[in-house]
């Protein structure tokens, strides 16, 4: 099992031609285990990359049946800085692809060859990709992903047609199921390691739309995605509920997202005004509501100061 730290070369040189990066904090080695499992005919390497785990040997495990590479970060550095690590892996050994998961994400079989068949298709018109994302159904409540796009001063989510197998246009796509050519990474930059977790994927499928890249969602294959930790039932609608510090995260990154220049009109009013009736769902209804509310006013005025980074107490 080729292992390495942070810092230090991979021991062997390939010529993949998709790089898969699994990021991993304190997973469920079973769920971990069936998301490997999915990927292992499909992509040509893999790289797990690690966010300080507290049960790393039973990562290590799964690995060790599959022989795949593995990274250790020293400590939890966010989401993005891990893909980064992967990225950069898949990059120094050739690959001209890179297929972004999670530690829960399962790709039914094809998946990975489907996207891959549509983004050349699409490069072959001419076309710009940014990130191709497969659809996914929420193991939460069976719910088929949606497709969100700017128009005008105006964000409009739509509901599409599965059967239809089409490619949609999207603004932006979740990063787990995603692929995105590497050629497209040279040009728009990686991820953006100053917002750590959330709003890390609409970030730079935002950048990539400002650079000409448009990305697109895939509804030939649908993977079983779990997204939050819950859901909350609030007059008729349903909202994904996450841990009370990824309401501080998802609040300041809306604040610095919403004054970059990239970011469209539709896009900036949306990361603000949804501020507000997120505090007040997630500060009055969801369980909770003290830890939530520090870390939300915590989150209002690190977002103003443009304070960017993990949470510092």
């Avoid at 893909?83 to 692809?97: D, E, L, P, R, V």
């Avoid at 990305?215 to 079983?224: E, G, L, V």
């Avoid at 949804?274 to 209804?285: R, S, T």
């Amino acid at each position: 099992m080729p292992v390495r730290s942070e810092n230090s070369e991979p021991q062997y040189f390939m010529n993949p031609e998709t790089c898969a990066v699994i990021v991993t904090y304190n997973p469920n080695s079973t769920s971990f285990r069936d998301v490997v499992a999915s990927l292992y005919r499909q992509v040509d390497t893999i790289a797990v990359v690690d966010n300080a785990s507290q049960n790393l040997s039973e990562i290590e495990a799964v690995i060790q049946d599959f022989s795949f590479e593995l990274i250790r970060l020293s400590e939890n550095k966010g989401i993005a800085y891990a893909q980064n690590a992967g990225i950069n892996y898949g990059i120094s050994q050739g690959t001209k692809y890179i297929l972004l998961m999670d530690q829960d994400t399962v790709l039914p079989e094809g998946t990975v060859g489907a996207l891959r068949d549509e983004c050349i298709t699409l490069e072959n018109q001419g076309v710009k990709v940014g990130a191709i994302g497969c659809a996914y159904r929420d193991t939460h409540d069976d719910k088929i992903s949606v497709i969100w796009k700017a128009n005008g001063f105006k964000l409009e989510k739509q509901n599409v047609d599965t059967n239809a197998k089409q490619l949609v246009a999207a603004d932006c796509v979740i990063a787990s199921g995603s692929l995105i050519p590497v050629a497209t990474l040279s040009e728009v930059g990686l991820m953006d390691e100053g917002l750590f977790i959330d709003l890390v994927d609409v970030e730079w499928g935002l950048r990539a739309k400002a650079h000409g890249y448009q990305s697109y969602q895939s509804f030939k294959k649908i993977m079983s995605h779990t997204l939050g930790s819950g859901r909350l039932n609030l007059l008729g609608r349903v909202v994904t509920v996450h841990s009370p510090i990824r309401n501080y995260y998802t609040i300041r990154n809306s604040l610095i997202l919403a004054r970059r220049r990239y970011i469209c009109p539709a896009w900036r009013l949306y990361l603000v005004l949804h501020i507000f009736p997120y505090l007040i769902v997630f500060g009055l209804v969801a369980s909770q509501k003290w830890p939530r509310i520090n870390f939300m006013m915590r989150g209002l005025a690190d977002g103003l100061l443009a304070r960017g980074g993990p949470y510092r107490a």
